[in-house]
């Protein structure tokens, strides 16, 4: 089951604390997997660590079952040193407040990394066992899935005008895979995504920092294109291109 409790740390990709935070010699080992980030397959471990207030997911990254299962022998300063000493990128995932039995608290936090991470990085095969034992860590996934799955379904049957409009200007738009009520489409003429909020018809590209309703969005579009249109032919104004409109109003 998924953890719902509001997070006092969010941090799935250790995008704050840069890999760099070591692993506390107190945590216990949750599970082993393979990572599947798109271009390869690596190995990643959880650890679950409790303390008076907060309950807490720890992630190992890159360490290959053999050094795991040695970490895992260690605690204390022993298990920090090693991971140090061995450069491994490790840090805290999620931390909320402390709640319900051990197993329970990991296996909830386990699959919120899964469900925040779903579209860039999914998990793969099982590798080894604490906490989360096999038959569990494939539940999470399987329940991950399914939520993930009808998020989608429910937004799909509620494409807005937006929605419409950015099929009809070729942007493939579709339903966020971890953002109930929000939508990726293609930016015009890159190669990143944009964001969409149907339900108020409006757009956000923090890429290029353009953000608006269905106006702003076909002005962005007719934008792109014009631009598209000066790379292939240079020295000519194009439909939209502020050239043109000056040379019109001569």
């Known amino acids: 089951m998924l953890n719902k409790d509001e997070a ?21 080992f949750g599970c082993a997997y393979g990572l599947n980030i798109g271009v390869d397959i690596l190995p990643e471990a959880v650890f679950f660590r409790r303390t008076e207030t907060t309950d ?5 990254e890159d360490s290959d079952l053999e050094l795991t ?3 895992v022998r260690k605690t204390g300063p022993e298990r ?3 991971v140090r000493t061995r450069q491994l990128d490790a840090g805290c995932a999620f931390a909320v407040l402390r709640k319900g039995e051990q197993s329970a608290a990991c296996e909830g936090l386990l699959g919120r990394l899964f469900f925040s991470r779903a579209g860039h990085y999914w998990p793969e095969d099982f590798q080894l066992g604490g906490i ?17 799955e009808e998020n989608m379904r429910r937004d799909m049957g509620r494409k807005t005008e937006i929605i419409a409009l950015a099929e009809e200007l070729g942007l493939s738009p579709r339903p ?15 190669g990143h995504p944009l964001l969409i909020k149907a339900d108020v ?3 956000f590209c923090g890429y290029c920092g353009r953000k608006g309703g269905m106006e702003e969005l076909r002005a962005l579009v007719r934008q792109e294109e014009a631009a ?15 050239a043109r409109r000056a040379d019109r109003s001569v």
């Open 56 to 60: 807490e997911l720890w992630i190992l």
């Open 80 to 82: 920090e040193h090693l």
């Open 201 to 203: 018809n409006e757009f």
């Open 69 to 71: 299962k040695e970490i």
């Open 176 to 190: 966020a895979v971890t953002n109930p009520g929000y939508w990726d489409a293609r930016c015009p003429g890159k």
């Open 228 to 242: 598209l249109r000066r790379r292939r032919y240079p020295g000519t104004a194009c439909e939209g291109d502020p």
């Open 132 to 148: 989360i034992d096999e038959a569990t860590y494939y539940r999470v996934k399987r329940e991950v899935k399914r939520e993930i």
């Open 8 to 28: 006092i740390l969010a941090d799935p990709f250790l995008d704050e604390c840069d890999g760099d935070t070591g692993l506390p010699g107190d945590a216990v």
